[in-house]
């Protein structure tokens, strides 16, 4: 499946142009006839035109659709059908469409529609795939009850509500919620399931069930734990109960995205669901806890309450990123999930708010809207919602939730409707507010500060800089949580959440006896690029002192970004202080080994390459993976003579136990490994490698080994114990890439595309070789152009089979212009070509495009 060559410039869609649709589906009636290559879906659809509508036309979108016939009330039409939709007359009073169209799954590799997935069949209809299934208004803000059978020998039948009738090779659901369209799924496959039961707080028994491919049923318990973790949690903060009698998950190995909220079937990338101790990493076991949430959670965040368009994608997408993190942070640890949310921010989002691809969280043009699930809509969707909430406060946040559900309940919204529930509820005006949904790109923030005879004055002054299509940006409100310590280390005013809202703006602090040191940004209270000068030895004392887990940890984090700085500008060695500073971190036990681990872990490349571009400097990508590997050498014997002690007392003793407590131990385990490998030629780490129980060790192990180049053997040893998992032999992939040194990651790459166990078709395994490449910093941007020419080379192949992927990836090429003339150069090359290749999707096309465009 391709899409068709845009022969006219691609449509682009405004948000100002909306008009709803001229009728009301009252009902909708699906027979799917399954066969792999010719499917045929028999739709009866029930229309009542509103009367007074401003647009009558009668238009249904379809594509990739053979028409076998239409009626009209039960008489047969012939309706005009172009390349997108279908359009016909029809009565002025309530009717009845009824069509008949032909549909080939088994040809269908963008895996958006009707599609296959190891001889199962399962439907990705988000944003706009449901056209791809048959003829309908495929737009969010028409929504429906919908009636669906099955006919099919597959032993297991899904639809999305409940089950109503099922036999010998058929099956009936009935989903009484409306539901837009592209929440539609429909499974059908050999597979077995993990059920359980929950009952929700006013009594009703709930049957829950993980379905999967016979072989994985060992690997559901925990995210079954995590979905009925998910419900109690949903009811007890947010007062939200589910509302059918049965909630499927199913896990797909051929899956474009991590997940989706399809209403009473989920449908899950099995890296997202299937874990076991033996196969998935601690950060598998959280992410999968994290996404089980999200999407059970999009059940009110989403299909009770869906957006009218999808320029309103951040009105699901970022509240319910912002609800999954809430229930991260109570699961495991508070600080940690902000610091490791800030981590995310700044290396996918502000690297896409400050280059060619910025748009407004709710942006307001697009061509593809695959293209706009981005870090952007989702992470700083999410900091919105956090922003919100702490200007208006818990309590006031919790109420206007409760007033969004009660009046919204049932319809599709917009960020206006989102808005007006907090001004309603709250009194408070957020018209300026609003601009951080309208206004793209990172806000700067600069702070002075003054003291005087026991005043302290901290002025602020903010500004974003232009983006494409929008050069002027108006002052944001922007919450600052601020707290003061004096100079012995105590606190003395303790978080106070300051509300900009002028370019410019003054806070005083009255009757101190000193002048205090202070911890700005707490929490990462607003997402900003704070440029503040201060001197080696107050981070140090913050990093120290600080009661802000976060601020603590961000002082460390900047001090190791100065030092990298300084490494790679003057060639300075690393701050004496600092390193100290961090020793005494490390061997502190009274300190949480999740927080110690996250201290140890270094600012990444990109972000140092970033950091450099941010003080007028153009990045040397071999400079900086040197000055990264110098100074993890330094660290490394400067903590010598603690490694060993420090590497035994963070081994975990017994059973393997994927909790927050275990896994922090493990982090920081891992973080001292990767140092002793520096120091004994990865001794340690071939015992530990040996001896390892769960992968967690088994890969951190073989990661030392490999960046040590001391891997082959184990390597080889993975391969052979872990050959037809595919999860894990993703992360095989991914490692020997993650690993390579930057002049030979392109090769090692291009290699791994070679070898048998390689498909272009399974996104995961793409994304395993080719996403690892774009984050080798130094093997992608490796001055040679080895790196950019693959990429490219595997995005021109991929492009025909699954455009959605490929625009996605070609994401890694979007910060050229950091980098110096020669690699700009290479990198617009590459780009060209991809543009030049003939019948370019149009996903594809938009994204290059804009990145060339900037
Ligand atoms: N809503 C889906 C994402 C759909 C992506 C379509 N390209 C998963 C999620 O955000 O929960
Ligand atoms: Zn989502």
């Not at 049932?410 to 907090?422: H, K, L, R």
């Not at 280390?489 to 509300?499: I, N, Q, S």
């Amino acid at each position: 499946m391709k899409d068709a060559a845009p022969a006219t410039p691609p449509e682009t869609f405004y948000l100002k142009d909306y008009t709803p649709f001229g009728f009301e589906v009252d009902a909708v009636e699906l027979v799917f006839r399954l066969a792999p290559e010719a499917t045929r879906v028999l739709s009866k659809i029930r229309f009542t035109p509103k009367p007074d509508a401003a647009d009558k036309r009668f238009f249904l979108h379809g594509e990739k659709l053979t028409l076998i016939r239409a009626a009209i009330d039960g008489v047969a039409v012939s309706p005009e059908v172009t390349e997108i939709g279908l359009t016909c007359t029809v009565p002025d009073a309530p009717f009845t469409f009824e069509a008949e169209v032909e549909i080939n799954p088994k040809a269908n590799t963008a895996l958006e529609g009707l599609y296959m997935s190891n001889g199962m069949y399962c439907t990705q209809c988000e944003a706009e795939g449901f056209r791809k299934i048959t003829y309908y208004p495929d737009r969010p803000d028409v929504m429906s009850t919908f009636k669906v059978r099955i006919e099919g020998s597959e032993p297991i039948l899904l639809s999305n509500g409940n089950p109503t009738a099922q036999g010998e090779g058929f099956a009936e659901w009935h989903d009484p919620w409306p539901k837009p369209a592209y929440l539609f799924a429909l499974v059908a496959g050999d597979l077995v399931n993990h059920p359980d039961r929950f009952t929700t707080r006013s009594g009703r028994d709930v049957e829950l069930n993980i379905w999967v491919r016979p072989g994985d049923e060992g690997k559901c318990a925990f995210g079954m734990e995590a979905l009925k973790k998910s419900m109690t949690w949903d009811e007890e903060v947010y007062g939200r109960e589910y509302d059918l009698d049965i909630f499927n998950i199913v896990a797909v190995d051929d899956f474009n995205m991590g997940a989706m909220e399809n209403k009473g079937l989920n449908i899950f990338n099995s890296s997202c669901v299937l874990a076991s101790p033996e196969t998935s990493t601690d950060a598998n076991f959280e992410r999968i806890e994290a996404i089980i949430a999200h999407e059970y959670f999009h059940n009110w965040t989403g299909n009770r309450i869906t957006c009218r368009d999808w320029f309103q994608l951040c009105l699901k997408e970022g509240l319910t990123v912002y609800r999954d993190a809430q229930f991260t942070a109570d699961m495991r640890s508070a600080p940690v999930k902000r610091i490791e949310d800030a981590i995310e921010l700044r290396a996918r989002q502000f690297p896409e708010d400050n280059g060619p691809l910025a748009h407004p969280v709710r942006p307001e043009e697009f061509q593809e809207i695959n293209n706009f699930y981005t870090a952007t809509v989702y992470e700083k969707g999410a900091e919105v919602i956090g922003m919100l909430k702490r200007l208006v406060g818990n309590e006031a946040y919790y109420k206007a939730l409760d007033l969004y559900f009660d009046r919204h309940d049932g319809q599709a919204c917009t960020i206006e409707d989102w808005i007006t529930v907090f001004q309603d509820s709250t009194g408070r005006d957020l018209g300026q507010f609003k601009n951080w949904y309208s206004q793209a790109g990172t806000p700067r923030l600069s702070v002075e500060e003054a003291y005087e005879n026991g005043s302290y004055t901290l002025t602020f002054r903010q500004k974003t800089p232009p983006t494409p299509g929008q050069a002027q940006k108006d002052p944001k409100v922007i919450p600052i949580a601020v707290g003061l310590l004096n100079p012995n280390g105590d606190e003395v005013v303790p978080t106070t959440v300051l509300e900009m809202t002028e370019a410019e703006q003054s806070f005083t602090f009255e009757g101190l006896s000193a002048k205090p040191i202070p911890s700005i940004l707490r929490d990462f209270s607003a997402p900003v690029i704070l440029t503040r000068d201060s001197s080696a030895a107050e981070r140090a004392f913050l990093l120290a002192h600080d009661t802000d887990p976060f601020n603590r940890w961000e002082a460390g984090r900047e001090l190791a970004k100065d030092a990298r700085i300084a490494m790679v500008t003057t060639g300075a060695s690393p701050d004496a202080a600092y390193l100290d500073a961090l020793q005494s971190l490390v061997r502190d036990d009274s300190l949480d080994p999740a927080f110690r681990a996250l201290c140890l872990a270094p600012p990444s490349e990109s972000e140092i390459a970033q950091a450099l571009a941010d003080r007028g400097l153009t990045p040397d990508p071999e400079a900086i993976y040197d000055a990264a590997e110098s100074f993890a050498q330094i660290l490394a014997q400067s903590l010598s003579d603690s490694l060993p002690r420090l590497f035994a007392a963070t081994l975990v003793d017994g059973p393997y136990q994927p909790d927050a407590t275990g896994a922090g131990l493990r982090a920081l385990n891992g973080r001292i490994l990767g140092l002793l490998t520096r120091l004994d030629g990865g001794a340690a780490a071939a015992k530990q490698y040996a001896s390892a129980d769960n992968m967690t060790v088994q890969n951190a192990a073989l990661a030392c080994l490999l960046k040590a180049e001391k891997g082959e053997a184990q390597s080889e040893a993975f391969f052979q114990q872990w050959q037809s998992d595919r999860l894990v032999m993703d992360k095989w992939f991914a490692l020997q890439v993650t690993c390579a040194r930057p002049d030979c990651a392109a090769a090692v790459a291009e290699a791994l595309t070679r070898h048998p166990l390689f498909t272009i078709k399974n996104p995961n395994r793409f994304r395993a070789v080719m996403g690892a490449l774009s984050m080798n910093h130094a093997g992608f941007h490796h001055a040679s152009g080895a790196g950019y020419r693959l990429l490219a080379d595997q995005l021109i192949a991929l492009d025909p089979l699954n455009p959605q992927t490929t625009a996605r990836m070609c994401t890694a090429f979007q910060t050229w212009k950091r980098y110096d003339a020669a690699r700009q150069d290479l990198i617009l090359a590459e780009l060209r070509r991809i543009k030049a290749v003939e019948g370019l999707s149009r996903d594809t096309n938009e994204m290059v495009s804009r990145i060339l465009d900037a």
